[in-house]
């Protein structure tokens, strides 16, 4: 994974993976494996949680491709930031690139998730992840102290 610029300037970052994926329960997602994360200069700890709550964001449109940028807070939240939508057709033919949406204050970035729709709308919080038409994928990032992000 490419270093992601906007994010070198966040006031947190994660130490590890919580290899994240899709919930068991509709609209969630799972952090499958506990890890450590720093905002502020301070650590903090994620322990493993099944079924956490997808954020609400706008609905994204058919036939798009769009970044999801998973983040977490002081209190162990776990936030979803909807990127910016763009044709599918576009991504695939390396005309127009996918760019994440920049990190909330105060929050770590953890996780990228890729929605590509084909016959459907997706809602995170709304839509479940395993609904017509939606594919999804989701990259673990994490802090290496030579400033490069793993996935």
Same mark, same amino acid.
């Given at each position: ?13 994660? /130490? ?25 200069? #301070? ?5 493993? !949680? ?16 769009? /970044? ?11 936030? #979803? ?10 991504? /695939? ?23 590509? /729709? ?31 992000? #793993? !996935?």
């Amino acid at each position: 994974m490419k270093q992601l610029g906007n994010m070198f300037t966040t006031d947190g970052f994660s /130490l590890g993976s919580g290899k994240l994926a899709e919930g068991t329960n509709a609209n969630t997602i799972n952090v499958a494996q506990a890890f450590d994360y720093v905002i502020n200069g #301070i650590i903090y700890s994620k322990a493993v !949680a099944d079924n956490t709550a997808m954020t609400a964001c706008a609905q994204q449109a058919d036939n798009t491709t769009c /970044l999801y940028l998973i983040t977490i807070n002081a209190s162990g939240t776990v936030k #979803i930031t909807k990127g910016t939508e763009v044709l599918s057709a576009t991504v /695939l033919n390396g005309v127009t690139p996918l760019e994440l949406p920049e990190c909330p204050a105060n929050e770590a970035p953890i996780g990228i998730m890729k929605i590509v /729709l084909s016959g459907g709308t997706f809602t995170s919080g709304t839509t479940d992840l395993s609904g017509t038409g939606v594919t999804d994928t989701f990259y673990n990032i994490g802090w290496l102290p030579d400033r490069k992000w #793993i !996935a």
